[in-house]
T-cell receptor
Framework: EAGVAQSPRYKIIEKRQSVAFWCNPISGHATLYWYQQILGQGPKLLIQFQNNGVVDDSQLPKDRFSAERLKGVDSTLKIQPAKLEDSAVYLC?????????????FGQGTRLTVV | KQEVTQIPAALSVPEGENLVLNCSFTDSAIYNLQWFRQDPGKGLTSLLLIQSSQREQTSGRLNASLDKSSGRSTLYIAASQPGDSATYLCAVRRNYGQNFVFGPGTRLSVLP
């Protein structure tokens, strides 16, 4: 079974530029998450999708971050414009639709450096 | 608001030791708890998932226990090896379908 795929693996941009990350979840997984992990901290949820609907985006800085999940499969996360404090690893995860096992599987992440 | 803490923040042990990593959460009304491993520069690898009705889960040299009423989980690693060196994260989910809240992790170094 293929895992969660993310691209790119690394990205360096200047502040005020824009950047986009892509995620392809495990086939059949209805739930998709984007997490931000700052160095030395645990991941923090940015947005959660159920199929192509948003379940929770309460911690997403909506003035600069946006995300979409077209057709309930792939997802993109965009930052525009980027700030220095956005430097972090952006992790995508997915989990299956059925009870009781809702184990989450993570991708390798995209390491963003804003200079 | 759920908060998750992990103690210790870092741990260094000689190879072969048995060790325990601790995870505490403030709201005992959880649906499940998951332990992850993260290698430097990599994503998270799922180790064990414990449902709220379970007391423990085992996988090879790993054993995770859950005491929901006291808001605690422990990850026990038997006969540690240098390859176990990584950051270990615990995460809790309040309800089915909701997101995970993560702890800050314990950075483990196993010395040969």
């Amino acid at each position: 079974e293929a895992g969660v795929a993310q691209s790119p693996r690394y990205k360096i941009i200047e502040k005020r530029q824009s950047v986009a990350f892509w995620c392809n979840p495990i086939s059949g997984h209805a739930t998709l998450y984007w997490y931000q992990q700052i160095l030395g901290q645990g991941p923090k949820l940015l947005i959660q999708f159920q199929n192509n609907g948003v379940v929770d985006d309460s911690q997403l800085p909506k003035d600069r971050f946006s995300a979409e999940r077209l057709k309930g499969v792939d997802s993109t996360l965009k930052i525009q414009p980027a700030k220095l404090e956005d430097s972090a690893v952006y992790l995508c995860a997915s989990s299956g639709p059925g009870r009781p096992n809702t184990e989450a599987f993570f991708g390798q992440g995209t390491r963003l450096t804003v200079v | 608001k759920q908060e998750v803490t992990q103690i210790p923040a870092a741990l260094s042990v000689p190879e072969g030791e048995n060790l325990v990593l601790n995870c505490s959460f403030t709201d005992s009304a959880i649906y499940n708890l998951q332990w992850f491993r993260q290698d430097p520069g990599k994503g998270l690898t799922s180790l064990l998932l414990i449902q709220s009705s379970q007391r423990e889960q085992t996988s090879g040299r790993l054993n995770a226990s859950l005491d929901k009423s006291s808001g605690r989980s422990t990850l026990y690693i038997a006969a540690s090896q240098p390859g176990d060196s990584a950051t270990y994260l615990c995460a809790v989910r309040r309800n089915y379908g909701q997101n995970f809240v993560f702890g800050p992790g314990t950075r483990l170094s196993v010395l040969p």
